[in-house]
């Protein structure tokens, strides 16, 4: 499996702030997700993170809203960007490792936006 | 559009008994399916199937995939309290463009346990 954490666990901000979300891995990966879970929904990709590249965005979602970092190949950063009460969310990072690439997901950032 | 749908979304039972989590799918490149527990914030890793007829278990859960009628079940027998979760099924796509790694996510199955 994959060692993940995620600094801050949950954070309370306002309106129109940005928050940057890390993430580390205890070893090198060399794919890197970002999802979102809304209150009472299931999980959504935002994106995947690449080294060395730009990430690549899924439908609905834009870099300008959550740019993303991916300096090396163990740690990544999602900010959340002029925020509102609708980013309020769990987010999450995800990991490809393991002898089927199984994914495994770090233990999440519960934002709430007033 | 690609879909991923779980039933029953909620279930409640008693401490002993059996239940049958269903998750049926409609997804183009399809690589694997995947079943996670939330508890709190975090899926914890369950099981990844990729061949159908092959059940994988672990204890007191297992699970069978069946990629001709495009679904699968996930078990759990004597059920316990701490069995009380949200259980997601998600697919994950193949290599190709750039979906390759994606995971596709069902609205998951509340699991509740009574003592």
């Known amino acids: 499996s994959a060692v993940i954490s995620q600094k801050p666990s949950r954070d309370i901000c306002q309106r129109g702030t940005s928050l940057t979300i890390q993430c580390q891995v205890d070893s090198q990966v060399t794919m890197m997700f970002w999802y979102r879970q809304q209150p009472g929904q299931s999980l959504t990709l935002i994106a995947t993170?690449?080294?060395?590249?730009?990430?690549?965005?899924e439908s609905g979602f834009v870099i300008d809203k959550f740019p993303i970092s991916r300096p090396n190949l163990t740690f990544s950063t999602l900010t959340v960007s002029n925020m509102s009460p609708e980013d309020s969310s769990i987010y999450l990072c995800?990991?490809?490792?393991?002898?089927?690439?199984?994914?495994?997901f770090g233990p999440g950032t519960r934002l709430t936006v007033t | 559009e690609d879909k991923v749908v779980q039933s029953p979304l909620s279930l409640v039972v008693h401490e002993g008994d059996t239940v049958t989590l269903n998750c049926s799918y409609e997804?183009?490149?399809?690589?694997?399916l995947l079943w996670y527990k939330q508890e709190k914030k975090a899926p914890t890793f369950l099981f990844m199937l990729?061949?159908?007829?092959i059940e994988k278990k672990s204890g007191r859960l297992s699970s069978i995939l069946d990629k001709k009628e495009l679904f699968s079940i996930l078990n759990i027998t004597a059920t316990q309290t701490g069995d009380s979760a949200i259980y997601l099924c998600?697919?994950?796509?193949?290599?190709?463009?750039?979906?390759?790694?994606?995971?596709?996510f069902g609205q998951g199955t509340i699991l509740t346990v009574h003592p």
């Open positions: 995800s990991v490809r490792k393991g002898s089927l690439y199984e994914q495994y």
């Open positions: 998600a697919v994950e796509h193949n290599a190709g463009g750039t979906s390759y790694g994606k995971l596709t």
């Open positions: 993170a690449n080294q060395g590249s730009e990430a690549t965005y």
């Open positions: 997804v183009t490149n399809f690589r694997s």
């Open positions: 990729t061949s159908s007829g």
